[in-house]
Structure formats: structure tokens, C-alpha cells
């Protein structure tokens, strides 16, 4: 499984160079969030949709909450995802259309203004990709979701069970990662210093680093962000691999 990649292509080829040879007894999943913040989108999607052919093995491509959200964008507009820098959709954009590196804290363009908020830089191919996108994956190792499971009336649901599916790409609750108990959930998006380091069994003296309780395995080890990275966990093994 790979985390969040967050628009960063050199993490990831830095990555996948450290793995061991892949091939068709192998699935590689990724947790998604693709797009955003990092340079090169474009580049990590168009490197992703391919990677089955390149790599020889299974390749599960998750949504993630940020293709999650360019859809809504595309679909009806979400100035309030695309605006706040921090969001990254700016260096999404240019990655699309040329442009130049996003600086920190950088806005749009006057010219840029209506592309950003309407996602029409997008190529029609690429929408249709992120709509097709699952919400979730398991085998016989363990359960994938961006994010995380719900709660309901004492019970974390399993994703069949979830409405809307969208909750399983958005939601970032504490008691999941305390609480949950039940066959393994691997998940990004809430990077993991974040969680509580006491419950961590595997790094607790790294907090930036992958964070694995009880039932939970987190990988979101802030790709995209400085001083952030990206992470690949090997199951059943619990075999850690990273771009730094």
C-alpha cells in the first residue's frame, strides 16, 4: 500500500525504486490523493494510470478526498476547496496547463481564476478516471479506505455498509484510530503525527513516521508537504518502505 502522493512524482519514483520486484501474484494499492500541493500531478496520474502495465502486478487506485473534490468542483463548484493555498489546487492547475511553479502562499492569476474554480483544465479523460475511482478495496490481508471507518450506534460499519461512500474519503475522527477493533484497515489522509503516539506499535518514537495500532495502519506521512514523505507498508510482513 502507498499513501498520500500529493502531486510529487520524484517521491514517488524515489519510492517505488526501493521496492522489491513486483509481478502478477502482487497488488500494490494506492490510498489516493494524487493531485495537489506537489508539483507534478499530472505527471503522478498519468505515472499511476499505467503503473499495472509497467510494474507487472495488480494496481488498485483508491479516491482519494481530493479527487473526491475536484469532482464536486467540476461538477458545481467548491470556491472554498480550491481557494485556501494550503489546499494545493493552484499547483494542480498549472501542472495541467504549463504553468510555473506555485510559490508559498501564491494566488491565482486574475486570468487563472475561473479554470481554478471550475476545474476545466481538467482533459475529459482524466474526470472520468477520478469518477471511476473506488471508495474502498479488501482482500484477505485487510481493508483500504482513505480515510477511515464510521461509527454507528457503537459500531464501526464496514465500507459496504457506509452511506454515503463519500464518508470513507472524508472522515477524520480520533476514536477511530483509539477504538476500532475488527480485521486490519490500512488508511492515509490524516498524516500520521497527528495520532496518538502511545497507541503507535510500530514508530512511537517518530511520530512523522508510518503509525500502526492495534487494527489501524496509517501511512499518510505528509507527501506533498515540507519535510514530508511518502510511505509503502507490505502486508501481512508490516514491511516499511520510504521515499526519504
Given at each position: 500500500?502507498i499513501?498520500d ?8 519514483r524515489?519510492l ?8 502478477a501474484?502482487d ?19 498519468r ?11 495488480k ?9 473526491d473534490?475536484?469532482?464536486?468542483v ?12 494550503g ?8 501542472s ?11 494566488m ?8 481554478l474554480?471550475?476545474?476545466t483544465?481538467f482533459?475529459?479523460?482524466i474526470?472520468a478516471?477520478?469518477?471511476?475511482l473506488?471508495?474502498?478495496y479488501?482482500d ?5 479506505v ?17 452511506d ?10 480520533d ?8 480485521k486490519?484497515v ?9 495520532l496518538p ?9 517518530d ?8 487494527c489501524?495502519?496509517?501511512?499518510d ?12 507498508v ?5 514491511t ?5
Open positions: 500500500m499513501g502522493i500529493h502531486g510529487e512524482l520524484d517521491q514517488l524515489a517505488v525504486a526501493k521496492l522489491p520486484l513486483l509481478d501474484e497488488t500494490l494499492v494506492f490510498l489516493g490523493d494524487y493531485l495537489d500541493r506537489g508539483p507534478q500531478s499530472e505527471e503522478v496520474v505515472v499511476v494510470r499505467r503503473f499495472d502495465r509497467d510494474l507487472g502486478c494496481v488498485i487506485l483508491l479516491r482519494g478526498n481530493h479527487e473534490a475536484w469532482l464536486r467540476v461538477e458545481r463548484g467548491w470556491v472554498e476547496f480550491v481557494f485556501p493555498p489546499n494545493g489546487c493552484l499547483a494542480t492547475m498549472r495541467y496547463t504549463d504553468g510555473p511553479r506555485v510559490t508559498e502562499d501564491e491565482p492569476r486574475e486570468d487563472e481564476v475561473v479554470a474554480h471550475s476545474g483544465f482533459p475529459p479523460e474526470v478516471w477520478m469518477k471511476e473506488p471508495f474502498w479488501e484477505e490481508h485487510a481493508i483500504y482513505h480515510a477511515g471507518l464510521l461509527r454507528r450506534d457503537g459500531e464501526f460499519l464496514h465500507p459496504k455498509d457506509t454515503p461512500m463519500a464518508a470513507l474519503i472524508w472522515t477524520r475522527s476514536e477511530f484510530f483509539r477504538e476500532y477493533r475488527g486490519r490500512v488508511v492515509g489522509h490524516t498524516k500520521t503525527d497527528y503516539p502511545e497507541l503507535d506499535m510500530l514508530t512511537p518514537h511520530p512523522a513516521d508510518i503509525w500502526a495500532g492495534e489501524v495502519v496509517a501511512i506521512t505528509g507527501c506533498g508537504r515540507e519535510g514530508g514523505f511518502l510511505t509503502c507490505e502486508l501481512p510482513s508490516l516499511v518502505y520510504e521515499s526519504r
